[in-house]
């Protein structure tokens, strides 16, 4: 599960913040640093084809079984797409990174489906709150990889040779599927589908791959009221979080500094975070949660305004990035409490990702005119507008509960 957990983990950065400071280490704009947020769009779709990767075997790789064959195949693209990266100039063809990117998403979301499926079928119910909890450390040290470890190779070796490098911890997850054994739930699993000929067939599968989770969700009372909730809830992060990397060297951080704090203490303070936002939850429940929590997220911007002001300050920088990350790990127990809470027990796989990806929506396609923002704007300005960001998901917020409609835990 580490290992697992681990490739799961460490392709995310290689599109999102190392990849962001490569661009401005090679003269790439604001503006389209933060479009290359769209290449991350195959996180917030995943619900697609997530039920194919659930349900149908991959010719020949299914030989491993249904989930190993799909996390190898998943696998092996991602080494392919990392490579790829590795050989392009971002400088000269920045339009053909990025869609190595957006392939290199599409294997990552892939393999995401594959291994939660197989992390949850290879534990009783009385084990998988040890299987998660070990899953996300291994996924942690798949981003202290991508993040710190890339951006320490970074400041002796060229960027190209980094991500080279990175291709290689794609094998970590393929020796442990290879060594691993096909989870015993899966291995008694068989679609079974009585109809006789191929369209009956196949539009009974998506019938109930798809369309019955979809609607169960849609009987919902405000159930597009709760899509929009989720959507702007962590908007004020998601709107930020493409500039952090280049706010930072333009404050004159060096590579160093940025991994060591930014990567390692800033993944260890997401840590506590989260651990904090689970006892919140425990204890207040989930609506008030993510009151507290929403309320804090917006408000911890205010000290990347303070670090403007102050300019390069690794002392400032370390204070920034602990408020930041505890903040960030707060809204993410309670938010993720919440979606769990709006499954239905017989389409969870289906409905968390639809309701997951719907939450990424804010980081994969808005974010990405972030860049346009802070190219018109001064970073004070910027870090203040992601601040009032907060308000419109806390104030639906407020409707929703005000209006007693409010699906999730009422506790």
């Not at 949850?120 to 291994?138: K, M, N, P, Y």
Request: with cysteine; hydrophobic share 55%; net charge positive.
């Amino acid at each position: 599960m580490i290992a697992l957990g681990f490739s799961s983990g460490f392709p995310y950065l290689l599109v999102f913040g190392t990849l962001n400071l490569w661009l401005k280490d090679a003269g790439v704009s604001l503006a389209a640093i933060g479009l290359f947020s769209l290449a991350k769009t195959p996180y917030s779709l995943k619900w697609l084809w997530s039920p194919i990767v659930d349900r149908i075997r991959l010719p020949l790789f299914c030989r491993l079984g249904r989930r190993r064959g799909w996390a190898l195949f998943s696998q092996i693209f991602l080494i392919l797409a990392i490579w790829a990266m590795s050989l392009t100039d971002p400088s000269l063809s920045p339009l053909t990174l990025a869609a190595f990117a957006f392939i290199l998403t599409i294997a990552s979301a892939t393999q995401d489906i594959v291994l939660d499926a197989y992390r949850i079928e290879s534990f009783s119910s009385r084990e998988q709150g040890a299987g998660i909890a070990v899953f996300v450390l291994g996924y942690r040290l798949g981003t202290i990889f991508s993040g710190a470890g890339a951006l320490f190779l970074a400041a002796i070796i060229s960027w190209e040779d980094v991500y080279k490098i990175m291709a290689l911890g794609a094998f970590i997850g393929m020796l442990a599927i290879l060594f691993s054994e096909e989870p015993i739930k899966a291995q008694n699993y068989h679609e079974t589908n009585s109809a006789k000929n191929f369209s009956e067939r196949v539009l009974n599968f998506i019938k109930k791959a798809v369309i019955n989770p979809f609607s169960d969700f849609m009987k919902r009372p405000q159930w597009i009221l709760i899509l929009l909730f989720i959507f702007l809830y962590r908007m004020s992060d998601s709107y930020m979080a493409p500039m952090a990397y280049p706010f930072y060297d333009d404050l004159g951080f060096s590579k160093i500094e940025i991994a060591s704090i930014s990567k390692i203490y800033g993944t260890l303070a997401t840590i506590a975070g989260t651990l904090v936002g689970g006892i919140i939850v425990s204890r207040f429940g989930i609506i008030r949660s993510l009151i507290f929590c929403g309320i804090f997220q917006g408000v911890s911007n205010l000290a990347f305004v303070a670090l403007a002001h102050v300019g390069h300050s690794p002392s400032m920088l370390m204070l920034t990035i602990s408020i930041d990350n505890i903040a960030g790990g707060m809204g993410t127990a309670a938010f993720v409490a919440y979606l769990s809470s709006l499954c239905n027990i017989a389409y969870t796989a289906t409905q968390y990702a639809l309701l997951s990806s719907f939450m990424s929506l804010a980081r994969d396609i808005f974010a990405a005119t972030s860049g346009f923002m802070a190219a018109a704007v001064s970073w004070q300005t910027f870090f203040i507008i992601t601040v009032l960001m907060a308000i419109p998901g806390l104030v639906l917020l407020f409707y929703i509960i005000r209006g007693q409609k409010f699906t999730g835990n009422k506790n």
